[in-house]
Structures are given as C-alpha cells and as structure tokens.
C-alpha cells in the first residue's frame, strides 16, 4: 500500500466524480477501480436484505463474487452487526468495512488487499464511508439497488408502506432510535416513523386494522398526515386529529390504532398520545419499569371522534440512559404453533438480554423480530412492529 493521506483525498474525490455522471449499476465497478488505486486486490458492495439475515453482493458489468454471506456466524455479517471492521489474516488477506449512513447500517465493503493493516485498514474505512452515501444517494432512483435487498417479491400493500417508512435507524450523539417490521415482504397495516428536528426526537407507530391494500392505504395516510401536521408546527394533539379526520373522511371504513410522541433531547421530557395502541414500556437500567407510561388509552382513530374536543397529551420526564419501547399488539400476540403466547415478558427479556450482551439497539432489535418469526414458525399471522429509543445524553465520548 503507498501513497499519503493527500492520495487518499484524491481517490475519494475521483469516486465521487465518476459516479455523478454514471448510473446505479455502474457503482461497484467504480469503487473497485477505486479501492485498487488504494492497493486492494478487490473490492465488492454487499448491502443488508429487507430483513437483515444476508448480505448480498451489489453486480455490476465485471461480475465479481455473487454469493450471499449470512449476516450470522461470518465476519462479513458480523461487521455489519457490530458496525466494526473485521479483518482476516491470508494471502491476499480480506477485510470487511460496514457501511453505515449516519447511525442507519446499510451493508458491508469487502476488500482484498496483501497488505491491510494500520493505515490501510484507516482508508478501506474512508471508502466505505463515501460508499455508504452513494448507495443510499443512488437508491432513490434505482430498482438495482432496492432489488439486491430483495429474496422474494413484494405485496401490493408491502410497496406501499415500505416507499413511505423512513430509514430503520436514525440518531444523534443524544439519542437513537430505531425500528424493525415484520413480516417485511407482506406487512399490511403496521407502520413507524421517526425524525429529529432541533433538539426533539419525533417517534410514531401505527396499527392499522386489517392485513390488505386498504391497511396500507390507511397507515400510509397516517404517515403522511402526522408528517404534513408536523412540518407545518403542529403539536401531537394536532397530529391526533389530523390522521382522524384525513382516515374518516378518505378511509371510513378503516381504524387505527397509534402512539405519536416527542423527546426533548435536552432535558428527557417525553410527551405522548395514546390512541387505542398498546402502552409503551419504559426500561431503566435493564429493568421495566412497571406502568411507569401507563395511561389511559383514547379511542382509535378513525372514528372522527379527536376532531370534537382537545386530544389528551401525557408527559413523564425521563432519565439518562432510559430506553422507551413502542409495539404493536401483533408482537405480544404472536402464538407458536402450540398456541403459546410470544407475550410482553419474553419481548422485554429477550430485549434487555441482547443489549446487557452489548449489541446495539439495532442489532437486538434484528434478533428479537427473528425470534418472534421463529416463535410463530417463520409464518406471522400479524404485523409486527418494535421501535425503540434510547436517551443517552452523556455517553461517553460525545
């Protein structure tokens, strides 16, 4: 491997060059050139799937390797679960660089290089981290890209909702939230959404009744009114009333359930509404803290009824290093084939486990929506949604 850091500039701002004028496809090419400027052997994009159990290889007119690795049990996944390069020893020896969009991880840079190592191994990390941006830049646009993280073909409904959802994890150095969906390929009615503006932490799910076109229809127009009342400097009660009206007006036949909050990131102030939804559960310091955001649910919406009179908003203040937990009553009701309950226990358990192990919120969520899928035999008899935030104002080094 030779050349500076100024060298290193210069093949980034290539790369970024050639791709404004190229198209998706020609991507992988592209950073192989790039990384073999670098001194690598090779160089392949693997992004996640929709449901986070392989990694598959991005084509492109040179071909290159095209076997999917599993997210378990390979260094390839075990860099994307950890966001922490791996690197193995061998000629020429293979390392794996996760490719993350702010907090959100999108997949993995596998290089071959003979001599990785020390600076090497600091300018794999530089072009992964440029990767990870043209990526998410170039799948707006390209069914390439969307596709590689597709096995199977997706329902009339599960198109919808997914081009509405919004990144799985999003974060700050104050706060992180993020959110898994299941089952990804045919989802029906449920849906989440998180955002930051300023100091506040914006976080929703929505449950809309039934599993076809029409939950789709009602959750994504759920979406679309809570961001719309939202961006226009409506509060939560606003919100409320807005997705009530906009449902019983377009979508009569159909209710939703929702839990709309906000968190101030400053102070841990979380203020909350609860339509017919299932009460967050607040956990601090591994354990639930047992009705500590248990109020009383208003009626879903749907029904016109939040349109008449002021929408009840609840506050609780939060401490750092709280983690608030929003699901949706197809996580907790999940039956095995026994007819055993999947239930609030094992969710907040099985949660609180992966997380004491030190995976991160987006990798115990990944493994708590595969035991749930597992626990109902890989066939959901409902959606299933799990977000969770965490408050974390003072962890270290931010």
Known sequence: MSGDHAGLGGVLARLLARTRASGPADLPDLVRAAARELGAVGAWVFLADVQQRHLVPLPGPEGGSTDPVDVEGTLGGRAYRLQQTQLSSGSPGVGWFPLVDGVERIGVLRVEDGAQGGDATERYEALAALVALLVVSKSAYSDVIIGVGRRQPMSLQAELLWAFLPPRTIGTRHVTSSAVLEPAYDVGGDAFDHSMAGGRLHISVFDAMGHDLASGGASSVALAACRSTRRSGGGLADIAR?????????????????????????????????????????????????????????????????????????????????????????????????????????????????????????????????????????????????????????????
């Not at 997380?355 to 749930?372: C, K, N, S, V, W």
């Not at 597992?374 to 080094?397: F, V």
Request: net charge negative.
């Open 242 to 398: 807005a997705i009530d009206e906009a449902l019983a007006r377009w979508i009569p036949d159909r209710l939703l359930t929702a839990v709309v909050a906000d968190l101030d990131t400053f102070t841990g102030e979380l203020s909350w509404v609860n339509c017919g939804h299932p009460p967050p559960l607040l956990i601090r310091d591994g354990r639930i803290v047992t009705d500590a955001l248990n109020r009383r649910a208003e009626l879903p919406l749907g029904l016109g009824f939040h349109q008449h009179g002021p929408q009840p908003v609840h506050h609780e203040r939060l401490q750092p290093g709280d983690r608030l937990l929003v699901y949706t009553d197809g996580v907790t009701e999940a039956r095995s084939t026994v007819g055993e309950l999947f239930g609030e226990s094992r969710l907040t358990d099985s949660l609180v486990q992966h997380m004491a192990g030190g995976d991160p919120a987006p990798e115990a969520l990944r493994r708590l929506i595969h035991a749930l899928v597992t626990h109902q035999d890989h066939e959901l008899r409902d959606d299933a949604t799990i977000l969770l935030a965490e408050w974390h104002p003072h962890r270290p080094g931010t």
